[in-house]
């Protein structure tokens, strides 16, 4: 299995922005989708963004569509995840996740590895 490492989680206030990055271990990176999920306390983990293999299809929870955009470097072996105008409602950890096709796919049930996480933190 591929391993995964989040960063660039922190705290910040409504309106700034951040950006995350997961690296992925392993040769196969460019070969399947990618996605990231977040989950607040007390609720369930919960899809944000996924891009396919090439990086040419991605797709959006309503939440964040127009405020969030994600993206992948094949050569670094790397996703990201890019977040303006950040709202305390997306205050969660958030997970990068391999998916088990090249395709996109918003369904946890999709992803077969995960990463430790990293925290977001939006304060008002």
């Known amino acids: 299995q591929v391993q995964l490492v989040e960063s660039g989680g922190g705290l910040v206030q409504a309106g700034d922005s951040l950006r995350l990055s997961c690296a992925a271990s392993?040769?196969?990176?460019?070969?399947?989708?990618m996605g990231w999920f977040r989950q607040a306390p007390g609720k369930e983990r919960e899809f944000v963004a996924t891009?396919?293999?090439?990086?040419?299809?991605?797709y959006y929870s309503h939440s964040v569509r127009g405020r969030f955009t994600i993206s992948r470097d094949n050569a670094k072996n790397t996703v990201y995840l890019q977040m303006n105008r950040l709202k305390p409602e997306d205050t969660a950890v958030y997970f990068c996740?391999?998916?088990?096709?090249?395709?996109?796919?918003?369904?946890?049930?999709?992803?077969?590895?995960w990463g430790q996480g990293t925290q977001v933190t939006v304060s008002s």
């Open positions: 996740a391999r998916c088990v096709v090249s395709n996109i796919v918003m369904s946890t049930t999709g992803y077969d590895s």
């Open positions: 891009i396919n293999w090439r990086g040419d299809d991605t």
């Open positions: 392993g040769r196969t990176f460019g070969s399947y989708a």
